[in-house]
């Protein structure tokens, strides 16, 4: 299960990855278009870079936001490998403590190895206050 974990945990990662390259690439192009928009020497050069730059935001806003999903899909799967790696100590420590058997299994022979002691107890109490009454 592990294996199969680690492999999509990779997965993500790598369309992470890709997601945050295309953000900063789109990035990376609203900025030198708005640098173009304020440096712009006609209007009609200003109002086309304008627009440049408003498309490239909205690309990079896109892109963001899908780098922001692919990146708590990858933290997601990086939780998933954590618990499946405690679920999996908890299980080898278990057994270990237990000889192969669960805590619910040592408990419940506890509480038995209890009441016959109990029972032992008060049996030993009856037969000698039946011994001192004898005599």
Do not use: H, P
Not at 18 to 36: S, T, V
């Amino acid at each position: 299960m592990g294996t199969v974990l680690e492999g999509k945990a990779e997965t993500t990662k790598n369309e992470m990855v890709a997601a945050q390259e295309e953000y900063e690439l789109y990035r990376q192009q609203a900025d030198e278009k708005y640098a173009l928009w304020k440096s712009a020497k006609t209007e009609e050069e200003a109002e086309m870079y304008k627009q440049q730059y408003e498309d490239a935001l909205a690309a990079s806003d896109a892109a963001q936001e899908e780098y922001l999903s692919k990146a708590e899909a990858y933290a997601e799967s990086l939780k998933e490998i954590l618990e499946n790696s405690l679920n999996k100590f908890g299980q080898d420590l278990e057994n270990a403590l237990t000889g192969g058997t669960s805590f619910d299994q040592m408990t419940s022979r506890m509480e038995r190895a209890a009441s016959l002691q109990e029972e032992y107890l008060t049996t030993t109490n009856k037969i000698y206050e039946t011994n001192k009454l004898m005599r």
